[in-house]
């Protein structure tokens, strides 16, 4: 087999910055350059020359179709592909594409989500070229980022938000850079690194089962023998089946120019990761959309299926996506890294304080942005941070942020006095505090690590938000400062008020103990346990005055949006329980009453041979209650789905979903759990928990 020359081979589906560089004018490329470094709208003279030289590139490597590939509200991507064919009058073709046809497309804005903003007689909608994330070759198609808004200019994507809270964050960051010396820096770009959980299982095993079909979940399944509690899973030797499939999904990942770092075995059986390089927020989230569709295609190929569900199986881990997130200038600092000198250290606090000051103000909008009923599942359970947004420093920090506010001197280990005043901050040492899987959004020694996302999510949304509410503590700090006759004893002044107003908020503690809900109420930090809380609080009337602020959300939008949510967690739990509804009926129901019947038969030819059957009729009694509260469920079940579907409001409907339909539907799951325990393994109507995470 030909080794794969990664250096080689790295990039070469994707009109990169190398392949511009060979490819377009001089001029040309500067131009574009540019406007990929700074943000800026792209100069529409030099487009008809990017589209031609981007055609030629595409048609070399075997593509004959263009599409304008974007990120609707349904939270995957959606393409239409147009061939680059354009007729000639001898009856022949030519291939043609051009800068119009690059920048801008016209999808039906009608067929996506869209939260009212576009009723079905209203179809006109725009997609809008995305010059910062590169275009790439695949299936034999151009791939064309780009923006989604409606024909009144609403976005109705996930990328608009990002790119315009890409560019507040960067203009707010600027205003404080300036305040501490740096006029070099013209752009300050959120950057992030996303990693992601997933299952493989056996293809064959996954077409037995209606629910991970329909769903992407378990609906129902009795736990394995054994599960994860040997921890003998985590970081082991990866099964050549599974080796075989992450090398496959590398190259195919570095043939598009992402940097697929790190792959491992998770915690939970049949669990694995994926890790990449850190990258531009808009271009993490591309890549990330491309590596979970990449996932899902190669596994196929293998006999496999990749399972992105936040929860498919009961009993274990799910899977998150942890999203790191920092600021970096356009020159390669790493604004959330300590650095080496006092007035370094003064502007990461200043930062930092920032960060701190933004979670607490907007801890809603941070939950409401992993919100999913996938995710409320993780949330909370033992496996993933607590519904409660909160922040960990260590032991290093959270000693800097002490002395700070009480004034006192600092003492890094031991060995260095330091007096806590903006000219003389702390030098602590980078990666100076442990790790706390337990928190939601933990400083790792030069970002923060957003642990509460879910695998199945698009990280646009969080990255929006935390931009969004970063640039707002950095606004409010530069409306300070910039006034200011002194500046270091105004920047004192400020940090010390904002880590006191926002401190509840720093928790370093376990965020698994039972305390911690306890204590978190006490410091009036919400808690906001499910999908339909969350969503609830998106249009909260701070909410809308700080997106409008920063123009990244209309108030249109917001509405939209919220009603979108509503509507996508009552149609999942409405999937959900429709599928467990039918799977009891016509498989559970079956296979359990024609056990019974063996069971009754068994009884009775020992009774007529003088033997008394007390095991078979012990069993066939607790089958038979068991059987009668399960077909009592299901109708249960669907009366329920019948209640939910007839209430009219989506915020309404959505609760009705969770606090009925939902609880039903696990009240029908632990009857049919307990009577897999019972059942003969021949008699169960679909693979086990065993044969699901056990057999690849």
Same mark, same amino acid.
């Given at each position: 087999m030909e080794n794969f020359n990664v250096v080689e081979q790295f990039g070469i589906d994707v009109f990169n910055e190398e392949t511009m560089r060979q490819r377009l004018p001089k001029n040309v490329f500067k131009t574009l350059k540019k406007t990929i470094a700074e943000g800026k709208e792209l100069d529409s003279s030099i487009a008809d020359i990017v589209a031609n030289a981007m055609k030629d590139w595409a048609i070399e490597k075997g593509a004959t179709h263009y599409t304008h590939w974007f990120q609707p509200m349904t939270g995957i991507t959606a393409e239409k592909h147009d061939s680059f064919i354009s007729p000639t009058n001898d009856g022949t073709v030519i291939m043609e594409f051009s800068g119009k046809e690059l920048i801008k497309g016209e999808p039906d804005a009608s067929s996506f989500p869209s939260g009212g903003i576009r009723a079905t007689f209203e179809a006109r909608g725009? &997609?809008?070229?995305?010059?910062?994330s590169y275009a790439f070759v695949k299936g034999g198609s151009l791939y064309i980022p780009t923006a989604f808004y409606s024909y009144s200019g609403e976005a109705l994507d996930k990328k608009t938000p990002l790119l315009r809270s890409m560019d507040v964050v960067s203009d707010a960051a600027l205003r404080i850079l300036k305040l501490f010396g740096n006029t070099t820096t013209k752009r300050v770009v959120a950057t992030v690194g996303a990693e992601q959980e997933y299952f493989l299982i056996d293809k064959k095993n996954y077409d037995k089962r209606k629910d991970l079909i *329909? &769903?992407?979940?378990?609906?129902?399944?009795?736990p394995a023998p054994k599960g994860q509690e040997l921890d003998d899973?985590?970081?082991?030797?990866?099964?050549?089946?599974?080796?075989?499939?992450?090398? =496959?999904?590398? /190259?195919?990942?570095?043939? %598009?120019?992402?940097?697929?770092? &790190?792959k491992h075995n998770e915690v939970a059986p049949a669990q694995h990761e994926n890790a990449p390089i850190f990258a531009p927020a808009n271009l993490a989230t591309d890549q990330n959309q491309l590596t979970m569709?990449?996932?899902?295609?190669?596994? @196929?190929? +293998?006999?496999?299926?990749?399972? @992105? +569900?936040?929860?498919?199986?009961?009993?274990?881990?799910?899977?998150?996506? +942890?999203?790191?997130?920092? %600021?970096?200038? =356009?020159d390669g600092q790493n604004l959330l890294d300590p650095g080496n000198s006092p007035m370094e250290n003064a502007q990461f606090l200043t930062f930092l304080a920032a960060i701190i000051k933004a979670v607490d103000e907007y801890s809603d909008l941070l939950r409401m942005s992993v919100a999913s009923p996938g995710n409320d599942h993780r949330l909370g359970a033992n496996e993933a941070p607590p519904a409660i947004i909160s922040i960990f420093l260590g032991e290093e920090l959270q000693g800097v942020v002490d002395a700070l506010v009480e004034g006192k001197e600092y003492t890094s280990n031991g060995k260095q006095m330091f007096n806590v005043g903006v000219s003389s901050l702390p030098d602590f040492p980078k990666d100076s505090t442990d790790r706390n899987r337990t928190s939601p959004f933990a400083f790792t020694g030069n970002k923060f690590e957003f642990r509460m996302v879910g695998s199945n999510l698009n990280i646009a949304g969080p990255n929006t938000i935390l931009n969004t509410i970063v640039a707002n503590s950095l606004t409010e700090f530069a409306d300070v400062l910039e006034g200011a006759e002194n500046f270091n004893e105004a920047l004192h002044d400020l940090l010390v008020k904002t880590i006191s107003e926002h401190k509840r908020v720093i928790f370093n503690g376990n965020g698994y103990g039972n305390e911690w809900p306890v204590e978190a109420e006490k410091r009036g930090l919400p808690n906001l346990k499910s999908t339909v809380d969350a969503v609830a609080c998106v249009t909260?009337?701070?909410?809308?005055? %700080? *997106?409008?602020? *920063?123009?990244?959300?209309?108030?249109? /939008?917001?509405?939209?949006? #919220?009603?979108?949510? *509503? /509507?996508?967690?009552?149609?999942?739990?409405?999937i959900e329980a429709l599928?467990?509804?039918?799977?009891?009926? &016509?498989?559970i129901l079956p296979a359990v009453m024609k056990f019974a019947k063996d069971v009754c038969d068994i009884a009775a030819s020992k009774k007529a041979l003088g033997l008394e059957p007390t095991v078979e009729t012990e069993m066939a009694k607790k089958v038979n209650d068991l059987t009668a509260a399960?077909?009592?469920?299901?109708?249960?079940?669907?009366?329920?789905?019948?209640?939910? #579907?007839?209430? /009219?409001?989506?915020?309404?409907?959505a609760r009705c979903y969770h606090d009925e339909v939902f609880s039903t539907m696990q009240s029908l799951r632990a009857v049919a759990d307990e009577l897999e325990t019972i059942v003969g393994e021949e008699y169960w109507p679909y693979p086990t928990y065993d044969e699901l995470l056990f057999n690849v």
């Amino acid at each position: 087999m030909e080794n794969f020359n990664v250096v080689e081979q790295f990039g070469i589906d994707v009109f990169n910055e190398e392949t511009m560089r060979q490819r377009l004018p001089k001029n040309v490329f500067k131009t574009l350059k540019k406007t990929i470094a700074e943000g800026k709208e792209l100069d529409s003279s030099i487009a008809d020359i990017v589209a031609n030289a981007m055609k030629d590139w595409a048609i070399e490597k075997g593509a004959t179709h263009y599409t304008h590939w974007f990120q609707p509200m349904t939270g995957i991507t959606a393409e239409k592909h147009d061939s680059f064919i354009s007729p000639t009058n001898d009856g022949t073709v030519i291939m043609e594409f051009s800068g119009k046809e690059l920048i801008k497309g016209e999808p039906d804005a009608s067929s996506f989500p869209s939260g009212g903003i576009r009723a079905t007689f209203e179809a006109r909608g725009y &997609t809008a070229w995305d010059p910062t994330s590169y275009a790439f070759v695949k299936g034999g198609s151009l791939y064309i980022p780009t923006a989604f808004y409606s024909y009144s200019g609403e976005a109705l994507d996930k990328k608009t938000p990002l790119l315009r809270s890409m560019d507040v964050v960067s203009d707010a960051a600027l205003r404080i850079l300036k305040l501490f010396g740096n006029t070099t820096t013209k752009r300050v770009v959120a950057t992030v690194g996303a990693e992601q959980e997933y299952f493989l299982i056996d293809k064959k095993n996954y077409d037995k089962r209606k629910d991970l079909i *329909f &769903t992407g979940r378990t609906l129902f399944g009795a736990p394995a023998p054994k599960g994860q509690e040997l921890d003998d899973h985590y970081f082991g030797v990866i099964k050549d089946r599974v080796a075989d499939y992450m090398k =496959d999904l590398d /190259e195919r990942l570095w043939k %598009l120019g992402i940097t697929s770092k &790190t792959k491992h075995n998770e915690v939970a059986p049949a669990q694995h990761e994926n890790a990449p390089i850190f990258a531009p927020a808009n271009l993490a989230t591309d890549q990330n959309q491309l590596t979970m569709e990449l996932m899902k295609k190669v596994a @196929l190929e +293998h006999g496999l299926v990749c399972l @992105l +569900h936040e929860k498919p199986f009961a009993g274990i881990n799910g899977s998150g996506k +942890h999203d790191n997130w920092s %600021l970096s200038t =356009d020159d390669g600092q790493n604004l959330l890294d300590p650095g080496n000198s006092p007035m370094e250290n003064a502007q990461f606090l200043t930062f930092l304080a920032a960060i701190i000051k933004a979670v607490d103000e907007y801890s809603d909008l941070l939950r409401m942005s992993v919100a999913s009923p996938g995710n409320d599942h993780r949330l909370g359970a033992n496996e993933a941070p607590p519904a409660i947004i909160s922040i960990f420093l260590g032991e290093e920090l959270q000693g800097v942020v002490d002395a700070l506010v009480e004034g006192k001197e600092y003492t890094s280990n031991g060995k260095q006095m330091f007096n806590v005043g903006v000219s003389s901050l702390p030098d602590f040492p980078k990666d100076s505090t442990d790790r706390n899987r337990t928190s939601p959004f933990a400083f790792t020694g030069n970002k923060f690590e957003f642990r509460m996302v879910g695998s199945n999510l698009n990280i646009a949304g969080p990255n929006t938000i935390l931009n969004t509410i970063v640039a707002n503590s950095l606004t409010e700090f530069a409306d300070v400062l910039e006034g200011a006759e002194n500046f270091n004893e105004a920047l004192h002044d400020l940090l010390v008020k904002t880590i006191s107003e926002h401190k509840r908020v720093i928790f370093n503690g376990n965020g698994y103990g039972n305390e911690w809900p306890v204590e978190a109420e006490k410091r009036g930090l919400p808690n906001l346990k499910s999908t339909v809380d969350a969503v609830a609080c998106v249009t909260a009337p701070k909410n809308i005055a %700080l *997106f409008k602020k *920063f123009g990244v959300y209309s108030e249109v /939008e917001l509405y939209s949006r #919220q009603e979108i949510l *509503f /509507e996508n967690y009552s149609k999942v739990i409405n999937i959900e329980a429709l599928t467990a509804a039918d799977m009891a009926k &016509t498989e559970i129901l079956p296979a359990v009453m024609k056990f019974a019947k063996d069971v009754c038969d068994i009884a009775a030819s020992k009774k007529a041979l003088g033997l008394e059957p007390t095991v078979e009729t012990e069993m066939a009694k607790k089958v038979n209650d068991l059987t009668a509260a399960l077909s009592e469920k299901a109708y249960a079940l669907s009366d329920a789905v019948v209640k939910a #579907q007839a209430i /009219e409001g989506e915020e309404a409907k959505a609760r009705c979903y969770h606090d009925e339909v939902f609880s039903t539907m696990q009240s029908l799951r632990a009857v049919a759990d307990e009577l897999e325990t019972i059942v003969g393994e021949e008699y169960w109507p679909y693979p086990t928990y065993d044969e699901l995470l056990f057999n690849v």
